[in-house]
Structures are given as C-alpha cells and as structure tokens.
C-alpha cells in the first residue's frame, strides 16, 4: 500500500501534466506548437529511429570523452593543488577567474584552433566542466580531517598508498559533487559545441529542425534532450549512492545523534 | 627504551608565542604501563604529538630503542581521543584494522591472524565488516585499540582515549587496556586528564604541571597488579594515591619547589 | 527514492569549491597569500605575452598579452561597447530577479507542504536536469533576437537552482519550532515570516549566489548562440571577423564580470548571514 501511494505520488503529476498537454494540443493549429501526438510520432520514428545513431550517439561520444578528459584533468591538478598550499595561494585567483569565464565563448576561440570538428568540441566539454571538478577537488583534498590524516601518518601510510586510502576517499564527496556539477555543464557545452558548426549531433539536429521550420522535429529533440539530461542524471545519481554508500551513511549516523 | 630527554615546544604564532611544554624528561622501559597526567590544557597533546614525530619539538629530543625520533617511527602506534575522527569511515572495521598491515608488508596469513586476534581481544568478532560510524562511540574506540595492538608495536601511546565515553563504557574500556597490556605486554603511554583513570590504570603516574609544562611528580602505584573497578578503587592504599595526585595538580605554582604539601582535604570531592 | 526530496543539493557553506574558507584558514610563513595569488596573475600574462613570441603556442592563434591589453583599452572606449556590457547585465539581472521571485515563492510554497512536495518531487527531478539550451531553437522561434528570448533562457537555468535550494531550506525548518509557532496559534504568513524564512535564509542566500553565476552563464550563451545583443554577441561577430585580440579581450570581460558577480555574491551572502548561528562551521567531513 505504502509503496502503491510513493508510487502514485511520483507518477501522478507527470501523467497528469502529459494528459493536459496532450489533450490542450490535441487540435492545435499553432504552427509553434503542434500536436503533442505529431511530436511523439516524429520522436518516436526520427530520434529513436535513425537519428539515435546518427545524431544522439555521436553527441553522447563527445560528452564522454570530455567529460573524462575533464575528470582525469581535474581531479589530478585538484589533488595537487589541494596538498600544497602555496600552490594553492598562488594559482587561486587565477583559476578564480578560469571558472568564471562562462565556458561557451571560449568555443569562438577553440574553433580557431581546432577547427569543427570532433577534438573542438571535445575540447570546449572538457575545458568547460573542469573548472568545477578541479575546485571541489582541491578543496575536498584541503580539508582532509586532521585527525585522519595524523592517523594514516602514524601507522606510515604514506605515497601512494596514501593518496588511495585517504586523500582520495576523503575528498570523494566532494569530488562528486564537482562531478555533478560538471556534468551539467558538459551537457550544455555538448549542445553549444554542436550549434556553431557541426555535421551530426543532437544539437546540430535540433536547430537544424528549427531552421527549416520542421517543428514537430524541432520539438521532438528538444525532449531528447531533456530525457537525455533526465537519464545522465540518474545515472549519475545511481553511481554516486553506491559509491558514496559511506558518506551518505556516516551523515545519517551524524545528524541522529 | 623509550627516552624523552629536555623536550621543549614553542608555538610561535603572528603576535605571541606560546610555551606549550617547557622541559620535560622521563623514560618508559620495556614492558611498562604508564600513565601521563595533568590538567586540561598542560600540552599533553603536543607532548604526545612530539612524541610521536608528528611534531617537531624546539629543543630535546626524544629516542626510541636509542634512536631519535624525527617523524613517525615504525613500531608506534596512536590512539586518538577522536575515534570519530581517527577512523576510515570509508572502511570496515576489519580494512581498518588491516590497512597498517598492509602498509607493513605484513604476509596475508599472518595479517589475517593478526587481525583476527586483535578485533577478537577487543571483543568485536561479530562486527568485521560493519563501518565504524555504524558502532557505538565505545565500540569504535575499541576498532581503533584493535587496530593499534594488530601493527604490534614496540610502544603505543593513547591520547585522552576514553574522555568522549560514557562513564560506564570507560570502566569496560579501562579493564580492556589493563587486560590487553597483560595479553600483549606492549610498552604503553596512557595520557588522561582524570586523576582516578591514572591511578587505577598505571604502574607509574608521572604527573604534569600546568602550562608551561614540567614534570610534578614520577609515582610509583604500589597497589596490586590484579585490580578490579570495585575493590581496586575502594581500597584505602588507592585513596591515598589519588590524593597525593590530586595535591600535586592543584599545588599552587609558588610552591613548586617545596616539598609535597601535606594531603589535600578536598580529596574527597575529586571525582 | 527517499523519503524527503530527492534532491541532490549544494548546502550552504559546506560544498561549492574555491569558497573563502580556503583563503582565510591557515596562514604560513613566508610569502602571504595575497603576494602568491599576485604573482600567479602576474605569471599568467607574462606566459601568455613569451608563449606566443616565442612560437611555442602559434602567433595566429594567440595573441600576446600586450596586444589583449591594448584591444580590451581599445574596446573600453568604445560606446558600443558599454551598450553591450549594460545590455548583457540587463539580461542578466532582469532574468536572476524573475528566477529567484519565481524560485522564492514556489519553494515556500510547495516546501511547507508535505503533500506538494511528494507530488512534485518527481516532476522537479525531471525538469530541473533538462538543458536549458534545449529550449534556444524554441527560444529563437518565438523571441527571435529580443531579450525575451534570452531571459528564457537565464529564467529557466536559474529558476532551478533557486527553488532546490528553497525547498531544502524550508525542509531544514526545526519541527520545534514549527510547532511552537502552530501552539501559538500563528497563521501561515506569520509562520512563514517568523520560521520558515530565517531558516531557509542561509539556503536562499546560497542559492542566490548560484543563480547568479548560472544566470551570466546563460545570459552570454544566448547572445552568442542567438544573437541577441550584449557582449556575447560582440564577441561573436569579433571572432568572425577576425578580430582575434578582441575576441580574447571580450573573453577577458566575461571572465572579469563572472568574478565580480562571484565576489558580489558571497559578500552579501556574508553580510546577510553574519548574524546567522546554523551558518558557517558546517563543514562536511
């Protein structure tokens, strides 16, 4: 029963939202917004048609590979920057100012040097998302419990061994969440990357769809990608409470007592 | 074997400088239960701290087995009065026990024996892979006491261990090291803030002044070697040494080089 | 799923990298860090002035430190220039104010609510990770090059990060003290007032300061993406122009304006809070 009611309560807005939508648009003449129908039918044949492989997947490529160019980048220097304070104080507003650089206008740049293709854009995700996985890395990796950290030194836990059983353990909530973080912007650096020039992706697609008014395409893969957003997420999510089982466990044993 | 010779330590901050130990000496032979004590804030920590390498000291030395100790030397093992904190939280109860070990190069079978017997001794069999926050705050210092006794080393020094227990847990606690030293014979620095823990647990009391620190006193507890919470502490011999403790702590510091003042009659009070 | 929301969710004061904390702990001898940190600037253009001279990053792609310098002197006294500095802010503060109302009201609202919130949960968890660049073709379509479009898009960025942190917030509200304020016979604006609101405050100041970085984010993005004016858009036609010292020099202001909404940010979430005694300390382990 219990899980019957959590069940309804998660399901029952979105269905009901769905239903207006559909039954709102139902006999729509607007040519901006057509029948939630035609969007279905062209998202169901276009995107989880041919388009998967030609469009989605290529986009999902690239977000891949810089996205983990970005983490392998960023948790490194993280970690460096981290141990060592004066680093820290002499690279700290410098990367101040890297992250606030909104990341999509260095694509104008990127594009000079790498040109359209697929490096460009795997550059521009993953010189966009580093910023936040290397900042929470350095301070996860700063703020090392003391205690601990006394601790691995006395039994002589030092080197790799080290960075393996403390440092990196200790800063992976945070690490996470700059992950998270990153994630997001690797998906909006990802659509950014494909709008300026670009032969195949999800991004290219859609404004493609958009400029030759094909609107219930242009529609279609605007909801693409927010189940493609959804479903990251998710993912992310699941591998996130497995691996931070711990973290989220010790919180919990915290705040009840 | 272990040799704490003029030892001195000065925080030097932006605008003062703080004496937290001023000159401290004494040894601790092989084998050997002793305990530290001294009032809240009398640099036990930092002395602890300098023992252990982990701090440099300004001047004096400190040796073991004869050789000076200038970082965290293998054959020492700690125990934080922060379980919560000197815990893996990443890790069960056995990866904690077992990580120094590994470290050590320690054979497989021969960890797994040592960690067996170590989690066993501090009566934690049934809990090998629970994580240490999933314990009570007793329990997860008897993880950090399997832990230190598993790396067998030649000396263990405790930090205030039992300070963030509860009364009735600090009892079980305490008969727990004074079993655990006879099983194991390490040579053992018990550092406390409580007067009666000191005296119940060690075979010397060397007790510290207020800040800047100096050793008061170096006693020797003649009460038998089989103590027990209830006769032990009620014993009339037990009273006595806790007074004489106690007089020593509180001695006002004009007085400090005259002899020992005659007991105190507060004793009683003194929990 | 969980009980409460499952929202993932930047807490106030303990995650959120670079934070001030890192700056103001522990102070070493030697070189102070404000000395370090401006040697590193300094580092920074000086690489950027040898590098390119030197032909170890190619000339035509980088331009020297100096010749960014004197096009951003250059851009600087250029009245469009200004116009399009002020219309990127316009866009961008219009577009945060809209967010964090909307974030505001909704969060308290559907927060103080158990029912709303376990009906809403699952719908927030679906739209809050939608790109908000999926919406610039529909954007375009209806707003073509008008702010609209691009306040679409700040709005709906924003908007997100706003109401997770509110409704967090308003979840953290102590059960006591509510059911003081109900004993008392308090009515929902009285509640809201008295309870509600200076315990989500820390939350909403720490949302704010997201939303704002967030809304500069999107606010550039579309007039480079879109072209609606402002200095993303300048910086567009730059590039396409040629104009390669100016197209770094406009990169240049983006970043500076991203640091002073930054600094702006958490010196009022500072100010605002400093009385605040859940804040600060919460650091996670």
């Known amino acids: 029963m219990r899980v019957l009611r959590r069940i309804g309560f998660a399901v029952g807005l979105p269905v009901v939202l769905f239903a207006l939508w559909w039954v709102t648009s139902a006999s729509s003449t607007d040519f901006y917004f057509p029948p939630l129908s035609r969007i279905v039918d062209s998202l169901v044949e276009e995107w989880f048609g041919p388009r998967l492989a030609d469009d989605v997947l290529p986009s999902l490529l690239r977000l891949a590979a810089g996205f983990f160019i970005a983490a392998v980048v960023g948790i490194t220097l993280g970690v460096l920057i981290g141990t060592y304070k004066r680093l820290r104080d002499l690279l700290e507003p410098v990367l101040e100012f890297f992250r606030a650089i909104p990341p999509p206008v260095v694509v104008p740049i990127l594009m000079l040097i790498f040109g359209i293709e697929d490096t460009m854009k795997i550059v521009v995700i993953a010189f966009g998302c580093m910023w936040p996985i290397l900042l929470n890395t350095a301070e996860g990796v700063r703020a090392v419990d003391s205690v601990l950290s006394d601790t691995a030194r006395t039994y002589r836990i030092d080197g790799v061994a080290r960075l393996r059983n403390l440092i990196l353990p200790a800063a992976s909530p945070q690490i996470f969440a700059g992950l998270r973080q990153g994630l997001s912007v690797a998906i909006i650096l990802m659509v950014i990357s494909e709008l300026f020039a670009a032969s195949d992706g999800l991004g290219f697609a859609i404004v493609q769809a958009q400029r030759s008014f094909a609107i219930p395409e242009m529609w279609a893969g605007m909801l693409m990608l927010g189940l493609l957003g959804f479903l990251l997420s998710l993912l992310f999510r699941i591998v996130e409470s497995r691996w931070l089982a711990w973290y989220h466990g010790l919180r919990r044993a915290q705040r009840a007592s | ?271 | 799923m969980s009980d409460t929301a499952p929202v993932t969710v930047v807490e106030p004061a303990a995650a959120d990298a670079g934070a001030p904390a890192a700056a103001t702990r522990g102070r070493s001898r030697g070189a102070s860090p404000v000395l370090l940190g401006a040697l590193g600037l300094i580092a920074l253009v000086a690489l950027f002035e040898i590098l390119p001279r030197i032909g170890v990053l190619p000339a035509q792609f980088f331009p020297t430190s100096t010749e960014i310098g004197s096009a951003l002197v250059d851009e600087l006294g250029r009245s469009a220039f200004w116009t399009a500095l002020l219309d990127t802010l316009q866009g961008w503060a219009l577009g945060l104010a809209i967010a964090a109302v909307a974030g505001i009201v909704l969060g308290i609202v559907i927060g103080s609510s158990p029912l709303l919130r376990e009906l809403t949960a699952s719908t927030i968890e679906f739209l809050r990770p939608i790109p908000s660049v999926a919406l610039i073709p529909l954007a375009v379509l209806l707003f073509g090059t008008s702010i609209e479009s691009k306040l679409l898009l700040v709005v709906y960025a924003a908007f997100w990060q706003m109401l997770i942190q509110v409704l967090y917030g308003v979840q953290d509200v102590d059960p006591v003290a509510q059911d003081t304020a109900r004993a008392y016979r308090f009515d929902f604006w009285a509640r809201v007032r008295y309870v509600t609101w200076p315990t989500a405050l820390p939350y909403v100041m720490t949302g704010l300061r997201l939303s704002a970085a967030v809304a500069l984010i999107l606010a550039v993005t579309a007039e480079l993406v879109i072209g609606n004016p402002g200095v993303g858009n300048r910086l567009a036609v730059a590039q396409s122009s040629g104009a390669i010292a100016t197209t770094y020099a406009l990169v240049v202001v983006t970043g500076l304006v991203g640091v002073v909404v930054n600094l702006l940010f958490r010196f009022i979430e500072r100010r605002a809070l400093s009385w605040h005694p859940s804040q600060r300390g919460e650091v996670a382990l």
């Open chain 2, 1 to 271: 074997m272990l040799e704490v010779t003029g030892l001195k330590k000065v925080y030097e901050g932006k605008s003062r400088t703080v004496e937290a130990v001023r000159d401290l000496t004494f040894t601790l032979d092989t084998g050997e239960l002793v305990c530290l004590v001294g009032p809240s804030g009398c640099g036990k920590t930092t002395l602890l701290k300098c023992m252990s390498g982990l701090l440099e000291p300004t001047s004096g030395s400190v040796r073991l087995q004869g050789k000076e100790v200038d970082g965290p030397p293998p054959g020492m093992a700690i125990v934080f009065q922060e379980y919560g904190r000197s815990l893996f939280p990443w890790m069960s109860v056995r990866e904690n026990v077992e990580l120094p070990l590994k470290q050590k190069k320690v054979p497989s079978a021969r960890r797994k024996q040592l960690v067996d017997e170590s989690i066993a001794a501090v009566g934690l069999a049934d809990s090998h892979s629970a994580y240490p926050w999933q314990l009570s705050g007793g329990m997860q210092q008897r993880v950090a006491i399997a832990r230190a006794i598993a790396y067998e080393p030649q000396v263990l020094l405790m930090d205030e261990p039992f300070a963030a227990v509860d009364a009735q847990t600090r009892a079980d606690l305490e008969d727990l090291i004074r079993s655990l030293w006879k099983q194991f014979q390490v040579t053992t620095l018990f550092v406390t803030h409580d007067i009666d823990e000191a005296v119940y647990l060690g075979q010397r009391v060397l007790i510290l002044s207020k800040s800047p620190t100096v050793i008061r006193q170096d006693l020797a507890i003649d009460l038998p070697d089989e103590r027990d919470q209830l006769h032990t502490r009620s014993s009339a011999r037990f009273a006595e040494l806790r007074a004489q403790v106690y007089s020593q702590i509180h001695r006002p510091r004009e007085e400090q080089d005259a002899p020992v003042a005659a007991v105190a009659p507060a004793v009683a009070g003194q929990p």
